[in-house]
């Protein structure tokens, strides 16, 4: 092998005709459909962080199992580093591929830095993402290993190592996609190999993905705390479904996710440019999720009519939509008796704060993430439910809209600003303290906030504005 050949692979670009799934959530479904057969067997799952932990989550919803991690890292060549030389894992795994660290030319005292490097880091995200449960116990059981893809398959093999290391009693490795004699490369890295597809030409595990967003440790923490109240690993199984909800004349796509047990629902209304599949609120619902919350994610427009963006920023057509769609949970027979709750996101927070102040939502309690509450106009003033409003303390623009919304609301309404998150919350640990402090509002308030016309007011002492 030459050092020109190791990097004809590397794919630089996507093709509309090598996309095989929308992300990583479709993957992982797609995936759990040929596993099915370990369905019954005591078996565990585990996920490769980051990107690997979203399709193994559905997996393990799948095989009703439960859901771990096993923290790996690759090895990267130092001038190229998307390139895989090798991979460690926990327990002091190492594997290495010494044809490429010889193609590429990379000496001993590169490639012990890179190994300092990646050792460094695999230590902060193990310590992190197994601060609040230590690993699970593998012994005697079936694992299986699961990524979102494989190219060189050095950090599948370094897992697979681990998982053997740990006393599985066997290990099935399991993939979306993967290169055209991808189970020969490993040898006996695992007992059983499990792929979707294998394209030929393969440019890379990003090629065949719609959507193939960087996967954060907070979104990995929220799958974990999801999973353990979905199969084996809590007090009971949730049900996880893709719905149409039927408003007027169309019916939008969304999914709804019921843990057992059930406390609450939340109904969730996005922003322009989002999807009922956003990461960030499938982030937010995993952690609600896990606090015994059901989620309703769902699409306020369809696609024909988000191309219009008059109706993107229609509020009275979004609060409408947000009205069916709560009058729709209400319909449901395992929701119907459950205290309602709106989480919104920018102009899907105006929509939520609108809907609240409708005769029949019976909204017990509303929640904005980056929203623009601002949009709800007149409305403010006539929302009763206990209100959050969750801000970046980067996000100024929105920051101060947010504080002037608040000065026009006459419920009980807070404002938290997440020190160091801008809009999209997209820096390390700020989705999470914002969903923390979401699901905090949304456990102390649903069901406990007082009814319309009750006769007590509704006006109480006003918190610090700045949370």
């Not at 995936?31 to 057969?37: F, K, P, T």
């Not at 230590?134 to 699961?146: D, N, T, Y």
């Not at 229609?314 to 009205?323: E, F, Q, S, T």
């Not at 102009?347 to 939502?361: I, V, Y």
Request: one cysteine or more.
């Amino acid at each position: 092998m030459s050092r020109d050949d190791l990097f004809d692979d590397v794919g630089t670009g996507m093709l509309a005709e090598d996309v095989l799934f929308a992300d990583r959530a479709d993957a992982g479904r797609r995936l759990a459909s040929r596993l099915r057969h370990l369905r019954g067997t005591e078996c565990l799952v585990v996920g490769l962080p980051r990107g690997g932990v979203p399709v193994a989550l559905e997996v393990a919803r799948e095989l009703a199992a439960p859901l771990d991690v096993i923290v790996v890292r690759k090895l990267g060549v130092p001038f190229q580093p998307e390139v895989a030389m090798g991979a460690i894992g926990e327990d002091g795994v190492r594997v290495l591929d010494r044809r490429t660290v010889q193609a590429a030319g990379v000496s001993e005292r590169q490639l012990a830095e890179v190994e300092r490097t990646e050792r460094e880091e695999l230590r902060r995200r193990a310590g992190r993402l197994h601060a609040e449960r230590p690993p699970l116990p593998l012994a005697g059981r079936v694992v299986v290993v699961v990524d979102d893809g494989l190219a060189t398959g050095s950090t599948a093999a370094a897992a697979c190592r681990i998982a053997r290391a740990r006393g599985a009693a066997r290990v099935v490795l399991a993939v979306p996609v993967a290169p055209v004699g991808w189970s020969d490369r490993l040898a006996d890295a695992a007992d059983e190999y499990v792929c979707v597809a294998t394209p030929d030409p393969f440019g890379g595990v990003g090629w065949f993905y719609e959507d193939f967003s960087t996967t954060s440790d907070d979104e990995v923490l929220a799958c974990l705390a999801s999973a353990r109240d979905t199969a084996g690993d809590g007090p009971g199984e949730a049900t996880d479904e893709e719905i149409a909800v039927p408003i007027g004349t169309v019916r939008l796509e969304g999914r709804l996710t019921v843990p057992d047990p059930v406390r609450g629902v939340v109904v969730f209304a996005h922003g322009s440019g989002s999807s009922h599949a956003s990461p960030r609120n499938l982030t937010v619902a995993r952690l609600l999720n896990a606090a015994g919350l059901a989620t309703v994610l769902f699409d306020l427009l369809t696609p024909a009519e988000a191309a219009d963006r008059a109706n993107v920023f229609d509020i009275g057509l979004l609060a409408r939509r947000l009205v069916g769609a709560a009058r729709w949970v209400h319909g449901l027979p395992a929701l119907s008796a459950l205290p309602l709750g709106l989480f919104g996101a920018s102009t899907g927070a105006a929509a939520a704060l609108w809907a609240a102040t409708e005769p029949g939502t019976d909204v017990a309690v509303v929640v904005s993430r980056g929203g623009r509450p601002d949009l709800a106009g007149p409305r403010l003033p006539r929302v009763l439910a206990p209100t959050l409003l969750i801000v970046g303390g980067l996000d100024t623009v929105v920051l101060d809209l947010n504080r002037q919304a608040l000065s026009r609301m006459r419920c009980e309404a807070k404002l938290t600003v997440v020190p160091g998150a801008t809009h999209l919350f997209d820096e390390p640990g700020t989705l999470h303290a914002a969903a923390q402090a979401a699901r905090d509002w949304f456990l102390v308030h649903l069901g406990a906030g007082p009814a319309p016309g009750d006769g007590r007011d509704p006006r109480p002492e006003r918190p610090d504005p700045d949370g």
